[in-house]
DNA sequence: CGCGCGTTTGAACGGGCTCAAACCTTGTGG
DNA sequence: CCACAAGGTTTGAGCCCGTTCAAACGCGCG
């Protein structure tokens, strides 16, 4: 999956939540609420003691899918580790990937209406994810704590589609492409990974349709900006020698 | 506004909520939290008997802007009467538009998280909406049934929005114009109103910037459903003669 | 090893954009 | 009430960018 010459181990500066996933040591007084709190980023304090064994954890490998359009309504999901896409179907076959959640991404609130699930999420790394069951949301044992945190965290989901949908708008596909790469990179950094040298977990045809581009103008977008010296490619692995410029190139 | 000949007043077949709304003769037992309900068309029991007061109407007049990006969020507003514009401005001053409220709508879901407004919502006709104020939302009052349904609509419009992103993905400009006004057709006729006869309260540009395309192609667009008979146009106002073929032609 | 898939690059086509002009509607002010 | 201005709509012509089709290569996996 990786693309490992005579370079140190990837996991040194990009802990992608690859196939080498490192188990937190448990606590003793550990609280998967105050986890979910953390890993949200939720600004305000909380108020419970951990109730454990409500929020169940749930793993996956890399292909698998997290949520299947259709399928009832069982809670939303918190990613811990790995990153994943969110694509909706056409009725003519055509994909669309919504985003690419990674750690403290909120997925699932989407099935709230109708009670089922309205988009895929498959695993493009290893994943593990923690789950906030329906009837745990929807009580009011918690003090409502956990409702709104959950409709916080999904106007912020909302809130960074919508970007990214705008972001589709950009005349010149090379500028999205390089829009792109940028947000990646913003995201690496905020997870307090290398925002210079990252390995892309997803492919050119997601990058495409996530952008609304085909793979071959993903991959010529890619070596343009390798031309002018911006960024450097070797297949997943990207280098981004002039953020700045990256960042000017957007528009 | 209107193009009106020698033809019935559009207020016949289409109660757009245009300059000359009516208002409804205010019940005994009137309220605005039941109206909230309907509106929103909320599939669960209310409870609670109406407190009124709180639920703020708020008029606005073709051109207002209802929320401006960045304003303090102060609550959620449903849409009663009239039709509106929801639209993001790029870095580079590309506006993007993500959807056209109407009567049921929810609006401001995305001031939540971090307490602003992320978007822009124009009053395309004369409006009325109902505002559903932050304090309310999160008080235990009501005992949550307002944040539950906020919830709920929230996730509704998501799941809408996101449907029509995927409809800018379609291959064809024709077609994703015939899906927008398939779509606009089954909005109305949800509301109660003609589906195949109907005057749309924005203006190409408009459907061009929600469709990602140039203002010229939309109108190619609808003189080309025009010349193969599916539809008839006159400025604003759409007959769909064979609402079938409408539908094909959409893939 | 061989197959499938991801990636890259080339060549040619075509659909949507840009630029331009004409016509129409709507709103404003004399 | 009319004239004018501003903006919405329609249509045409030419060009450019992204798609389509094609081929070659590398990598990972069975």
């Excluded at 085909?214 to 990207?238: C, D, K, N, P, Y």
Aim: hydrophobic share 40%; proline share 5%.
């Amino acid at each position: 999956m990786l693309n490992v010459q005579a370079m140190p181990t990837p996991a040194q500066w990009q802990p992608t939540g690859g196939r080498h996933a490192i188990e937190p040591a448990p606590d003793a007084h550990y609280s998967p609420l105050q986890e979910i709190h953390d890993l949200l980023r939720y600004d305000s304090p909380l108020r419970t003691s951990g109730e454990t064994e409500l929020f169940q954890r749930r793993r996956l490998k890399a292909g698998q899918s997290a949520l299947v359009m259709g399928q009832p309504f069982d809670g939303l999901y918190v990613v811990r580790l790995g990153t994943l896409k969110t694509l909706i179907t056409n009725v003519d076959g055509g994909v669309h990937v919504l985003g690419f959640p990674m750690k403290g991404n909120l997925l699932g609130f989407d099935g709230i209406y109708q009670n089922a699930y309205m988009s895929e999420v498959v695993a493009l790394t290893d994943c593990d994810l923690i789950r906030i069951p329906a009837a745990e949301l929807f009580a009011d044992r918690i003090s409502n704590h956990l409702e709104h945190m959950a409709y916080w965290a999904s106007s912020r989901e909302i809130t960074q589609e919508q970007e990214a949908y705008s972001l589709t708008r950009s005349v010149k596909s090379e500028a999205r492409v390089a829009r792109f790469l940028h947000t990646m990179s913003r995201r690496f950094e905020a997870m307090g990974w290398s925002p210079s040298r990252f390995i892309l977990p997803m492919t050119r045809r997601d990058i495409g349709h996530h952008l609304s581009v085909t793979v071959e103008t993903v991959s010529r977008a890619f070596s343009a900006l390798v031309q002018v010296g911006i960024i450097e490619v070797e297949f997943r692995e990207i280098r981004i020698l002039d953020r700045d410029a990256l960042r000017n190139f957007e528009r």
